[in-house]
């Protein structure tokens, strides 16, 4: 048995499949568990109101496939962010963030991606930064309470690029329901732009990192870059996240129409799994 498990990002399947459908597709192609999307677009910000019947039959579905819903993608704060000057943003953005724990509570999800800005569309300020700490504070007591652990995705924004830059956070909450989810892809750029190793970086939150996502990236390019056709290390970030006890990666990439879609995730998915199986090994 694999000493880890490689989840997979939903929105690396066509969007008209079920979710019962991608998880039967993501088990077929070899990956362990599934990420769920909650973007900032209506239709998927409608599931934070799932009625029990939805959920249900979601769970159903994860029994029957075999395929469990791990983790949580919140990216639904880059249009409701925590740190909007306007307060009946915020207020959204706080009501967003608690639906977002329920449902991982109600699915079964132990982890919750957050994104690691304090706004998004809008000017970063003093002002935004303190509202974002505000009601930092607040997602984290939630997310106490029910036991659910909230963790930063490094992002492409100067605010929070690096795991390091995150780490900063954690430490004004000292909770243990506040970690770090960091952006392998992400890491990459903001490291190399500054002249720095990734992989030092990467360590720089020893102890606190709940899974890791891996995606490939170029200088100055974010997404949707194929793996192997950029620059991050695979190989070397496996073995120091492993070495640092990461259990949990996730492969992210998205389906961009190809038609072959099915082959593309099974060959992500061994490329993926050279990269940490090539340090792992077996137990």
Request: glycine share 10%; proline share 4%.
């Amino acid at each position: 048995m694999r000493n880890y498990r490689l989840g997979l990002y939903e929105k690396s399947m066509p969007g008209g499949l079920t979710l019962a459908e991608k998880l039967r597709e993501a088990g077929l192609a070899g990956f362990d568990y599934l990420e769920l999307s909650i973007d900032e677009t209506d239709e998927k910000l409608a599931r934070l109101d799932w009625p029990g019947a939805e959920i249900l039959a979601l769970r159903e579905a994860q029994e029957e496939t075999g395929v469990p819903i791990g983790s949580i993608c919140l990216s639904g704060h880059r249009r409701f962010p925590l740190g909007h000057p306007d307060p009946e943003v915020r207020r959204a953005s706080l009501a967003i963030m608690e639906k977002a724990i329920r449902l991982a509570v109600r699915l079964g999800a132990r982890i919750i991606q957050v994104a690691g800005y304090d706004v998004y569309y809008e000017a970063s300020t003093a002002a935004t930064a303190e509202n974002f700490a505000r009601n930092l504070l607040l997602s984290v007591e939630m997310a106490a309470r029910w036991g659910v652990t909230l963790a930063f995705e490094t992002m492409e924004t100067e605010f929070m690029n690096t795991v390091g830059k995150a780490m900063a956070w954690i430490g004004k909450t000292n909770s243990p329901y506040l970690q770090v989810y960091p952006d392998l892809g992400n890491i990459t750029n903001a490291a190399l732009a500054a002249g720095r190793d990734p992989l030092e970086d990467l360590r720089e939150g020893r102890g606190h990192i709940v899974a890791l996502h891996l995606k490939e990236t170029k200088p100055g390019v974010f997404r949707e870059v194929p793996y192997g056709a950029g620059h991050v290390r695979f190989d070397e970030a496996a073995a120091a996240a492993l070495e640092m006890g990461v259990r949990l990666f996730v492969g992210e990439f998205w389906h961009t129409g190809e038609p072959d879609w099915r082959k593309t995730l099974a060959s992500n998915e061994r490329f993926l799994r050279q990269a940490l199986d090539g340090t792992a090994g077996w137990r």
